[in-house]
């Protein structure tokens, strides 16, 4: 599954439309270049799915609505399921996403995943969005960098090396 070109189709509530990934895979990787001008701006917007956003280089300014952040190079920022945000580059960046179905990780939603630890999270109403800066917590951009690599490079197995990945980003979210 190679890497797709971030573009935004909204409907009037401001929910993206785009499917992220594939019923029998529900991940997508985005890499993406953005500069301050307007046409670069990523405009208000939510999906059902979790977003994890990793600036690879540059800045950018990311808001939720109870909260604003500044992403530098080698930040991460998750992005709870059906939360509101917005960015725009300050004054450019780069960065790599990877927007992912909670299913993913849960499976069927009766499993132990789905009750004990994604349902918490996902109704966590303190995690609207995390933001870990560059060298804190290593582990984190780690396994993003593994489950991002796995899925560009589209090799065989990617699919385990992804859901392993992600799986440990949430489990770190719940402990968090």
């Not at 799915?49 to 190079?73: C, H």
């Not at 930040?75 to 996403?97: Q, R, W």
Request: proline content about 4%; charged content about 20%.
């Amino acid at each position: 599954m190679a890497l797709q070109k971030c573009e935004l189709n909204l409907n009037r509530a401001s929910k993206e439309l785009r499917p992220h990934g594939s019923l029998q895979f529900p991940c997508a990787g985005y890499s993406s270049y953005y500069t301050d001008r307007q046409e670069d701006v990523i405009p208000w917007h939510w999906h059902e799915e979790i977003e994890i956003v990793y600036i690879e280089n540059g800045q950018m300014k990311m808001k939720i609505p109870s909260k604003s952040f500044l992403l530098e190079e080698g930040d991460c920022m998750v992005i709870n399921s059906n939360i509101l945000h917005y960015g725009t580059a300050a004054p450019e960046c780069t960065l790599h996403s990877l927007v992912f179905s909670p299913a993913l990780i849960t499976g069927n939603k009766d499993f132990v995943f789905a009750k004990k630890y994604m349902q918490p999270l996902l109704c966590c109403h303190s995690f609207s969005g995390y933001c870990i800066k560059a060298g804190d917590k290593e582990d984190l951009a780690r396994w993003f960098h593994l489950a991002f690599e796995a899925l560009a490079q589209d090799s065989f197995g990617f699919e385990f090396i992804v859901r392993e990945s992600l799986s440990r980003i949430c489990l770190f979210l719940c402990e968090e």
